[in-house]
């Protein structure tokens, strides 16, 4: 049987201690009329050694992909003792430190991983991580709401330059309670919010959204638009990537006073790429809201010996204590990879940080100048970026896509599902981990299909007698 | 110590440091940091010396018996994470096309129809990140049912007063007001103030059976009856389905929708706190509202489906697809136990904790239920130790720490006083059950005869009791 340890004896042994006859006699209190009938889909078991197999061959069908997409999942080195140590038992298979003297190490641990948070973003506080980037952006929103008492219209300004799935998941999650999200257009020349096409009287608004980058990788005006939220009695949520925190300007220091929430996906420091998950949310803010943060939150107190110790605090906030008035349902963070990212951003420090986001940085920019040379391809936006670009095609893109994952490549997003006025586009992301050769292999391929394409488009064409 | 009081300025880590040109000029200073962020300087083993020590400051599944109530702490199979960490896994981005994704939507797609199977369920989506990101789906599939049939009357979500406290907090977060409904003192709902509560404006129920109070809810089908009649619906709380695997169906129970804890029930880390996975079965009805996305299939190709194909779904969660790699470890665990695995899992669950109910009992413990079955778990009540001893169940949790093991779900639910709830899992063994019974005698020894051992345990952890109200109110929540 698997896992379970009981051998005919021992099971003998405990049905007589309870005095029943039968396993089966411990269920009589369900009415006989709901007991299953037999389950049809579920296979027979196997062993491990079997299932062992099977994985292996499904993700080997999936294997040698060499990616160029980003799009808010990045691939990055991950040092072996990251998850080496993140799957011992003893953080892999405890629980939420609720006894807290038996999980110093669980707690300790979030202590030091909000200490590495707040720092890398300029905020005073953060919390022990939610769910993922985006519903970390709909709990962001929902705490803006909660925060700012000046604002009476639960209206959010959400620039289009935000990740759609991120839009999409911030509507699902807050629209039940009255929150309405105001779309912000973006200049076509720079890829960006431009400061001078902001509405000059927005009227009452709750908070600005500010994506840095954003999701085209473009930099916003983070100073201006920050303070021009202020000024109309807005708080400002800022959405990053805390890998780009090692070298652009933290939220914290943003215009004249700094955002005032941080919310992102914490995936790039340790996670895998992992089909998209688990990753996990960020969330910071200045000390004046941390009432109104949801999630777990660690603080550093003394115990009965005055010696220093870690516990879950601001418990009062929380859905087991204040139940229907909680500041959010949820229960559990994504501990794990908190403890993942802790482990990797203690192994790569600020200098290995800065160097990770710098060489991404500069890979892109190599693959840019690549594809300076193709015909047929221009990189859109002018205006500076991180590590994440967006190429415009001459070709149908999705004759792109398809040419470079017949070749095992993942050429990178296209844009036009979610931005049908950037038909034919790739959102494309080269992090550290590609090589000179595998940018002057992506950039032949593109080049390739590029002539193959337009050359058969060509003989296409009507010829003039 | 705190890793950063082990830092030293200027040490690094180069075997982890990408050996390539880092200087660049086309990003203008406005946009940079103008100072290094706070981060450790410290070699890769001090890092690896370090949360080695830390881990072993935690109790765990893997070091310790963790009967923790609610929660399910069950063995974690080390094959289900090795396998999902595999390469072709591992390494798979979420926007990969689909013919570089086979053979992971072939996962995700089987695993869809295990849990229809197992919950008796018309469709499932894995998109939920959480059992609480489950609820929210499930109560909106509610909300978007009643709105889709111009039901707007409907207000009000109905929540036994035994729940977990994100039953109530979910139902407020898709706008609902909120009804308790009493227990009787056997534990079921109580029938008549349920039929006084159902109207025009109920919008449905959440249960969770069997419920929080270890007991199985024998009138569910009344219950159904009466809450279908009155036009609501029914939402079911996956948190203790680890009872019931396999045995009852929430589907046959007249069920609705309901929400599967894969980090309960089908084993999967809890990893100090998630992450989970909470994914949302439903009947016929509210087929059209299924969180996205989630996988379909066509011959023997997989495919995405996302609000394109279904414009009626309650939503997007994720920025991708759930927590895929937790769904990887529960797959593996469902096709290790197969079909004849399943109810094992139920039936040796329910054998473990009535053996530890019979035990306890015989020990002189009172049990808050004591004419009841358990299911797979029970709630024994210190009500009488604290009245004669004055020793409290914080206080016989604390030792139990000393003695080696986790202690149980404490004073939840919270209609019983001084109340442990128990929860053994199938997966521990008759010696290890014993060894705790064993250790709750010596501690009612102890209450007994010298209190105060028991009182201010813990005396062998790193720390002694902590100082909850400092925490909270002199706020140390970063290092300076």
Known sequence: ?465 | MLIFEQSSTGRSNEAQIPDIDTKFDDIPAAFLRDESPGLPEVSEMQVVRHYTRLSQKNFSIDTQFYPLGSCTMKYNPRGCNSLALLPGFAQRHPLSPDNLSQGFLACMYDLQEILKDVTGMHGVSLAPMAGAQGEFAGVAMIRAYHDANNDTARTEILVPDAAHGTNPATATMCNYKVKEIPTDKEGDVDLEALRAAVGPQTAGIMLTNPSTLGVFERKIKEIATIVHEAGGLLYYDGANLNAILGKVKPGDMGFDVIHMNLHKTFSTPHGGGGPGAGPVGVSKRLLPYLPVPMVARQGDTYSVIDEDDLPTSMGRLSAFMGNAGVLIRAYVYARILGREGMHRVAEFATLNANYMMARLKQAGFDMAFKNRRATHEFILTLKKQYKELHVTAMDFAKRLLDYGYHAPTTYFPLLVPECFLIEPTETESQQELDGFVEAMIKIQKEAESSPETVTTAPHTLPVRRLDDVKAAKDLDLTWQ
């Open chain 1, 1 to 465: 049987m698997p896992f379970i340890p009981h051998t005919e004896q021992e099971i003998k042994a405990m049905l007589e201690a309870i005095g029943v006859d039968s396993i089966e006699q411990l269920f009589d209190e369900i009415p006989a009329a709901l007991r299953s009938k037999g389950l049809e889909k579920v296979p027979q078991g196997l062993s491990e050694m079997e299932v062992g197999r099977l994985m292996r061959e499904r993700a080997a069908q999936d294997e040698r992909a060499l990616c160029f997409a980003g799009a808010g999942a990045y691939e990055h080195h991950i040092p072996a003792a990251v998850w080496e140590l993140t799957t011992r038992g003893e953080f892999y298979s405890a629980y939420t430190p609720y006894q807290a003297e038996a999980s110093q190490g669980t707690l300790q641990l979030l202590y030091e991983y909000q200490s590495m948070m707040a720092s890398l973003t300029g905020m005073d506080v953060s919390n022990a991580s939610l769910y993922d980037g985006a519903s970390s952006l709909a709990e962001a929103v929902l705490m803006a709401v909660r925060a700012n008492r000046k604002s009476k219209t639960k209206r959010i300004l959400m620039p289009r330059t935000v990740h759609p799935h991120y839009r999409k998941v911030a509507h699902t999650i807050t629209h039940h309670q009255g929150i309405t999200f105001d779309e912000l257009e973006y200049g076509r020349e720079g890829g960006h919010i431009d400061i001078t096409s902001l509405p000059k009287d927005p009227g009452d608004f709750t908070a600005l959204v500010i994506p840095q980058p954003n999701f085209f990788g473009v930099l916003e005006d983070i100073d201006a638009l920050t303070n021009w939220a202020h000024e109309h009695n807005a708080l400002v949520i800022a959405v990053v990537n805390p890998m780009s925190l090692a070298i652009l300007k933290p939220p914290g220091k943003w215009g004249e006073i700094g955002a005032d929430i941080v919310c992102g996906d914490g995936q790039p420091m340790g996670a895998p790429l992992s089909s998209g998950g688990p990753y996990f949310g960020i969330m910071c803010c200045r000390k004046d809201y941390v009432r109104q943060m949801p999630g777990r939150i660690i603080g550093r107190t003394t115990d009965l010996d005055g010696k220093t110790g870690f516990a879950l605090t601001l418990q009062a906030r929380e859905q087991h204590i204040r139940r229907s008035k909680a500041t959010s349902n949820i229960c559990t963070n994504q501990g794990l990879l908190v403890t993942a990212a802790t482990i990797y951003m203690s192994l790569m420090g600020p200098k290995g940080l800065s160097t990770t986001a710098t060489a991404s940085h500069n890979n892109t920019r190599q693959l840019i100048s690549a594809l300076d040379q193709v015909a047929g391809v221009r990189k859109l936006f002018n205006r500076p970026f991180f590590h994440e670009a967006v190429f415009k095609f001459d070709i149908p893109v999705n004759d792109v896509i398809d040419a470079l994952s017949a070749q095992s490549i993942v050429a990178g997003v296209s844009l036009e599902h979610h931005y049908p006025e950037l038909d034919n586009t790739l959102l494309v992301c080269v992090t550290e981990t590609k090589t000179a050769q595998d940018i002057s292999r992506y950039a032949e391929s593109i080049s390739r299909i590029s002539a193959k394409v337009s050359a058969s488009q060509q003989s296409a064409q009507p010829t003039m007698a």
